[in-house]
C-alpha cells in the first residue's frame, strides 16, 4: 500500500458505511491509520482540489458511474502536472463474474 511506503493517502468515497469499514480495517495499523478518508463524489472534490495529487487510482468504481467522461475528467483535474492516474474495472464476462463472488465469499 502506498501509505505504508511514506505517501499520503486520500480515500474518496461516495459510500458513508464503507468508509467507516475502511477506517475500522486502518485503525489497526498505526501507518494505515493515517489515511485522510473524504465523503464525497470525485467530481465534487476536484473543484476544490486542482492537481493536488501526483496519482489518481480508481478500482471497481467505473462500472457505476453514468457519466464516464466527467468521471475521468475530475480525477484528471486533480492530478499534478505530469501525474499518473490508474483505473481498474471489472470485465463483464462471465469469467470475472465467478471470480470476483469467489473474491467476496473468500476475503
Same mark, same amino acid.
Given at each position: 500500500?502506498?501509505?505504508? &511506503? #511514506?505517501?499520503? &493517502? ?8 464503507? !468508509?467507516e469499514v475502511a477506517k475500522e480495517?486502518?485503525s489497526a495499523d498505526p501507518v494505515? @491509520? ?5 465523503? *464525497?463524489?470525485? *467530481?465534487? +472534490?476536484?473543484? @476544490?482540489? %486542482? *492537481? ?15 457519466? +464516464?467522461d466527467f468521471f475521468i475528467q @475530475? ?7 505530469? #501525474?499518473? !492516474? %490508474? ?7 462471465? &469469467? @470475472?463474474?465467478? !471470480? ?6 473468500? %476475503?
Amino acid at each position: 500500500m502506498l501509505v505504508k &511506503l #511514506g505517501c499520503n &493517502l486520500t480515500a474518496i468515497d461516495i459510500a458513508a458505511d464503507l !468508509i467507516e469499514v475502511a477506517k475500522e480495517h486502518a485503525s489497526a495499523d498505526p501507518v494505515t @491509520s493515517k489515511i485522510k478518508y473524504v465523503f *464525497e463524489p470525485v *467530481e465534487e +472534490h476536484a473543484k @476544490s482540489n %486542482f *492537481e493536488k495529487y501526483d496519482i489518481v487510482v480508481s478500482t471497481f468504481v467505473l462500472e457505476h458511474v453514468n457519466d +464516464h467522461d466527467f468521471f475521468i475528467q @475530475s480525477c484528471v483535474r486533480c492530478l499534478k502536472k505530469n #501525474g499518473s !492516474i %490508474f483505473i481498474s474495472a471489472i470485465s463483464k464476462s462471465l &469469467l @470475472s463474474w465467478l !471470480i470476483i463472488i469467489y473474491w467476496l465469499n473468500t %476475503f
